[in-house]
């Protein structure tokens, strides 16, 4: 059960990171990266270590996403297509 749960986690990171690269909408990329990290934390308490996924969840996945999400709100949310 603990390996059907594993692999499961590590689908949830993988669609997130691609999630995360193939979005031009900022916002929704971020949703991506918050994903991934959620999927580290499950992955993290899977391995039998609580004190590193509570870190994760508390800087990677909330003060990270949060930082980001101040980024997405100075620049906009949708890349520029002149730039490609």
């Given at each position: 059960m603990t390996g059907l749960f594993a692999i499961l986690l590590f689908a949830w990171m993988i669609g997130g990171a691609i999630m995360a690269i193939t979005q031009t909408d900022f916002l929704q990329a971020l949703i991506g990266f918050s994903l991934v990290s959620l999927g580290a934390v499950g992955q993290f308490f899977l391995l039998?270590?609580?004190?590193?996924?509570?870190?994760?969840?508390?800087?990677?996945?909330?003060?990270?996403?949060?930082?980001?999400?101040?980024?997405?709100?100075?620049?906009g949310r949708h890349e520029d297509k002149e730039l490609r």
């Open positions: 039998q270590a609580p004190d590193v996924a509570l870190t994760e969840a508390a800087i990677g996945a909330a003060a990270g996403s949060f930082v980001m999400l101040m980024g997405v709100r100075q620049l």
